[in-house]
């Protein structure tokens, strides 16, 4: 029973240093994917993250689990191990040939022998049941942290100061007087632009391989899907750089990828 499995303090009760109710904050919050087949377990979960202001999505089977993380890619995962159709070190090795996100597990085996496979697969962190929702929560905040790459959160791209912690863009100069065309004191960008956009900035001065923004941004079966990658990129470069016709920050890899070119040095030729 999930009474035996969580412990801590009401749900509703938010502590210091948890994510920001959504509403109250122009951050996006974290998306976290919780994998349980015992539904009290489940739900005491999803309504322990979303309290605290996370977004959270379920699955109660590996194979939902994978559809899930391919159709809205999580920013972290609360796996179990024992599903009723895969084992989750199974899910684990399919999610780590696409994707980067935390993974913490959360199981009643106690044998290191079911740890190490676990960690082995790719999880970043084993938490027993039952366990304490404060502690886990405390976990996933510290695995959610160690996937963030220092200084990414206010990046500057050429006139634009791009804030990824409150997902904004705004202008880094004056957008005063004696422009032809007036360029807007903050630019809007879809959801879709920002995720690319979060995957360039994060990665500065390296090539992110086209397949990895494919299925980081639209999940696992898109690989091949370059046109979108194009279109979304093109949009991209009329909202922030300068010229799109030669970008200086947003750059094309020809036949491998994309790159964020943190000095913006021209490019040859």
């Given at each position: 029973m999930a009474e035996?499995?969580?412990?801590?303090r009401d749900p509703g009760l938010a502590g210091p240093g948890q994510a920001a109710v959504p509403g109250r904050s122009t951050a996006r919050p974290h998306r976290v994917l919780v994998v349980e087949d015992?539904?009290?377990l489940l739900r005491a979960l999803e309504?322990?993250?979303r309290a605290r202001g996370y977004e959270a999505t379920t699955a109660v089977s590996g194979r939902a689990a994978l559809r899930e993380a391919g159709q809205r890619p999580p920013d972290a995962v609360l796996l179990d191990l024992g599903l009723p159709d895969v084992d989750g070190a199974v899910v684990i090795r399919q999610l780590r040939t696409w994707s980067r996100a935390p993974v913490i597990v959360l199981s009643g085996r106690t044998g290191s022998g079911d740890k190490i496979g676990a960690l082995d697969a790719g999880a970043n962190d084993y938490v027993t049941k039952?366990?304490?929702?404060?502690?886990?929560?405390?976990?996933l905040r510290a695995a959610l942290r160690r996937d963030e790459p220092p200084g990414a959160g206010v990046v500057t791209l050429g006139r634009w100061r791009i804030d990824l912690a409150a997902y904004t863009a705004h202008r880094a100069d004056d957008p005063g007087a004696g422009e032809q065309a007036p360029v807007p004191a903050a630019m809007h960008l879809t959801p879709t632009e920002w995720r690319l956009l979060e995957l360039l900035l994060r990665h500065p001065g390296q090539l992110v391989p086209a397949t990895r923004l494919l299925t980081d941004v639209w999940g696992p079966g898109y690989e091949r899907n370059t046109n979108y990658l194009r279109f979304h990129m093109a949009r991209l470069r009329r909202k922030l750089e300068d010229d799109p016709s030669r970008?200086?920050?947003l750059r094309t890899e020809p036949g491998m990828g994309y790159r964020y070119q943190p000095d913006g040095a021209a490019p040859p030729g």
């Open positions: 035996a499995a969580v412990s801590g015992e539904p009290a309504i322990n993250l039952p366990f304490d929702i404060e502690e886990l929560l405390a976990r970008p200086r920050y």
